[in-house]
């Protein structure tokens, strides 16, 4: 399995991304990316397009404050709220979706990220850096690429329930000795958790992005490839076939041949063992493209049967663009 992912996050996406997930393909394989060719839809239940304007009708791109510190004081705000028992569940996804934002501003802005975790303590600054550095893997993926023009031919749906995710996870960990925070790090930045629901041009599928031939290789894929809770067992026995027990370094290489995307796939997994409760905030991270004219933010509800212009898209979806400033 050969994948590079549809998420730089978040998202998750993580993280979202310019380029195609790829499963399954042998080293020296080679596929476009989904910065000038985007996937097609897949074949998961309708998303009906009014969910998108009900989406930005409801919540709205986080703007974010230009002053340091109260960058730091806002991102202190959110960290604590997505840990408390006494959050309103309701909160969780602006929460998250806000904290999503705030890393990935900074990740691409290492005086601005300087700054602000001047005005953290410790703790704080320890979940930053980690934040930081796995977003800033994913940007060394890309660096030198041409932001696309075009939006991707995606749905995004919502994602599993937080808890059965992580039942799903710890169930193969225990299955496999392959550490959960990993399963949920790969998950993550494969599809946002499975949010992005599509075919990718290596006919990659899934909420962990297989390729239906690495699929049906002897101990691999059992069940539906589009099911989460298959596809997570799935992903960590082909993990442990590509030597993860031994050196999950060495695993994760398999699901995709570079050093960048296996650098921030285990600080994800670091992030996730030291601070389990940094779950919450990752599992409600948005799907985030990195387009031509910005980061845009793509909600649940967002279904495009084909590629289209992005200035085409934004004059129908204004609150998809980042806000000026």
Known sequence: MRVLTYVLLASLLASAATA?????????????STATDPAPLGQGP?????????????????????????????????????????TDAAQLPELGHRQQVIYRRLSEDQALANQVRVYLSARWQTVLDL???????FLAMHRGERRSAVVPAWRIIPPEAADQLLRYYREAAAATGIPWEV?????????????????SVADARGPMQFLPSTWA??????????????AIHAAARYLVRRGGLRDIRRGLWGYNNSNHYVNAVLLYAQLLREDPAAFTGLYHWEIHYA??????WLPVGYDQPRPLPVGQYL???????????
């Open 20 to 32: 195609v997930v790829r499963s399954g393909l042998p080293p020296d394989s080679t596929v476009p």
């Open 183 to 199: 399963l949920a790090a790969v998950n993550l930045v494969e599809t946002g958790m499975g949010r992005i629901d599509g075919v």
């Open 217 to 230: 290789e002897p101990g691999i894929g059992k069940g539906n490839i589009r099911d989460p809770q298959d």
């Open 46 to 86: 309708p998303v009906e397009r009014p969910q998108q304007e009900q989406a930005a009708a409801v919540r709205s791109y986080p703007r974010l404050p230009s002053d340091p510190a109260a960058i730091a004081a806002q991102l202190v705000s959110v960290e604590e709220a997505l840990r408390s028992d006494s």
């Open 315 to 325: 004059r129908r979806f204004p609150a998809s663009a980042p806000p000026e400033g």
């Open 131 to 137: 934040h930081v550095a796995a977003r800033r893997e």
């Open 291 to 296: 387009s031509s004219v910005g980061d845009l």
